[in-house]
């Protein structure tokens, strides 16, 4: 489904990642871990085509397609969606009008007909209870003042919405308590399929616990420097990341 | 001849011709245009706003648009089959196009209310915005008061329908020059929403240069909605004075989204304690069209509250004025006093020009001011393209959004979707 080949990137002249390999197919959950500064984020902004990071060599192709060709709107077009590490706040644009205009674009895209209200009604009430969030919350200013539990869950919610076929979850677990990540990763495992492929970013190994992964990849210094499967992230958490940067320096 | 001394001599001949109880003011706002003028650039008022310009041309004055067709209607207000209408063509009440239906509503022609029950009333406040805007261009509407309307509403009495007010031109025969003039007396008790909009037919300049004067008695309401949509060739010196003579409530809307030159003047002064008053303003333009939002608060009396918040979204060549001017006098001890200004630039070639300015004379006082010139979000603009919106549709959400808050602020339910829906157009939505 998605194929990185020795992908390099940077911003304002600074490379940061550097030469990244991955592979992943329909219906795994693969997991990238990584000290602060390792790369991960800029691998999700690359991914999903924020404008700021300059590709410097490699490729990455999703479902046949080069990627990084995309437009933004289109690589969601194509299945693609990433959760924000930090969702943006417009006040003023309520989530469900925000949804009504995505959900039919990325449709027209798609080449489906537009959802007409009801339609779109019932395909919002049914998201709404598979990743447990309520009305309110998205008749509101899109996160405006929401906490960051409700703000991942709106995340949560609009992925749901979107059904893509590779959610990127940019540290989803970052700033949420431990009902809130349990929450959120519910929400993500309600709309896992066979057909569709989850890539999980985050620094610690506790989001893991209730999104299981199949396959763990450590992320330093721009490379993939080692995978396997879900006990490397429990090894991490008990080791931490300095036996990585000892293990670098020796090699 | 000059188009100032076409101007002026029909002014004269105006005076002339009509020895009414209005004539002294008319004789004195012509001595007072004749000696300041029109204002220029260097007027710091107008710094930005070039309306000498608008003078070198010639009009049409005074035509009698009585038997006025139905061309007017295109632009008629939602809901106008409820609403009390009152229409000006080129300036001048239009009484057999106007439908007066609530009661307690009184309409009149300014020279009748000048010498009836509402003598005092006209005398007292009649011309009152001279007092601020001292500048030619308020002296030359005061100069003609041709079919110039006084508007009451009865104590205690809350006017069900809204007050939808036309000022049209009409440039069939021509470019026109048009100065309607309004004085409105809300008293003790009395609500009422007043809603302006302006309307050009036929493909000519037109000038219109309104001024409208609203008395607000102890503890009346007024709601005041301006909608400005004009076409590319119509310019505007819209002047709104409000006097809250009594402890009172003031809700004002301001919504511009095109014309040639347009110059706002909105002026609140707070006479009495207990004042409360909002200003909101929005202004969306394009192309060449420039927009002025001049305004004044003047506090003179203690415990009043004022909050003033206008947006604006610049694109094209289109040009953005704002100038927010609040005086608080020594008296005016525990005042609230807010006032903010945003701007969204969405193209290289737009301006803006924002500047607050406040004046305290008391020291015991709660003053806020603001403003803000940016572009949009990238942000913002990147989170909606993640989630499959394309950039265009993506603009558009983001700047309703940037809108939506004064938007809101039209609490006339038919009137706030008419306007969203001509931004939504505008959008593209």
Known sequence: MLQIKDLHAGIEGKEILKGINLTIRPGEVHAIMGPNGSGKSTLASVLAGREDYEVTGGSVEFLGKDLLELAPEARAGEGLFLAFQYPVEIPGLSTINFMKTAVNEVRKYRGQEALDAAEFLKLMKEKMSLVNIDKNLLTRSLNEGFSGGEKKRNEVFQMAMLEPKLAILDETDSGLDIDAIRIAAAGVNAIRSKENATLVITHYQRLLDYIVPDFVHVLYNGRIVKSGGKELALELEETGYSFLKNEMNIA | ?429
């Open chain 2, 1 to 429: 001849m000059s188009t100032i001394t076409t101007i002026k001599d029909k002014a004269q001949q105006l005076g002339a011709a009509t020895q009414d109880a209005l004539q002294p003011v008319r004789a004195a706002a012509l001595a007072a245009f004749d000696q300041l003028g029109v204002p220029a650039v260097k007027h710091e008022e107008w710094k930005y706003t070039r309306i000498s310009q608008l003078f070198n041309q010639p009009y049409q004055l005074g035509v009698d648009h009585s038997n006025a067709d139905a061309a007017w209607q295109a632009f008629r207000l939602p809901e106008y089959e409820t609403a009390n209408e009152l229409v000006f063509i080129n300036g001048v009440y239009n009484a057999a196009a106007s439908t007066v239906r609530s009661a307690g509503l009184v309409v009149l022609p300014l020279e009748e209310a000048a010498k009836g029950e509402y003598a005092q009333i006209v005398s007292k406040h009649l011309g009152h915005s001279g007092k601020y805007l001292k500048d030619g261009i308020n002296a030359l509407n005061a100069s003609f008061l041709v079919g110039a309307v006084f508007i009451g509403v009865n104590r205690s009495t809350e006017i069900e329908h809204p007050v939808y007010i036309y000022n049209i031109t009409d440039g069939r025969a021509g470019n026109v020059f048009a100065q309607p003039r309004t004085l409105v007396h809300v008293a003790a008790n009395a609500g009422v929403v007043l809603v302006e909009t302006y309307g050009s037919i036929g493909v000519a300049d037109h000038f219109t240069n309104q001024v409208m004067e609203v008395v607000v008695e102890q503890d009346a309401r007024v709601e005041y909605y301006k909608v400005q949509n004009d076409s590319n060739r119509s310019s505007l010196v819209s002047t709104t004075h409000f006097r809250q003579v009594g402890k009172s409530y003031v809700h004002a809307v301001t919504i511009s989204l095109n014309g040639a030159m347009v110059r706002n003047n909105l002026n609140m002064v707070m006479e009495a304690e207990h004042c409360d008053s909002n200003m909101f303003g929005l202004y969306f333009t394009s192309d060449s069209c420039h927009v002025d939002n001049h305004t004044i608060v003047d506090n003179a009396k203690p415990h009043c509250l004022s909050n003033e918040y206008y947006k604006g979204i610049l694109d094209g060549s289109s040009t953005g004025v704002f100038n927010g001017k609040i005086f608080v006098q020594q008296d005016a001890q525990k005042i609230n006093a807010f006032q903010s200004n945003k701007n969204i630039l969405l193209s290289d070639n737009a301006n803006v020009y924002t500047k607050p300015q406040l004046e305290i004379f008391a020291d015991d006082v709660k003053c806020s001011h603001g403003c803000t010139v940016g572009r949009l979000d990238e942000e913002g603009l990147f989170y909606l393209r993640s989630r499959g919106v394309t950039e265009a549709s993506a603009k558009s959400l983001l700047l309703h959004a940037f809108a939506v808050d004064i938007l809101d602020q039209i609490r006339h339910d038919a009137l706030r979707f008419y306007v969203d829906q001509l931004i939504s157009e505008r959008l593209g939505a």
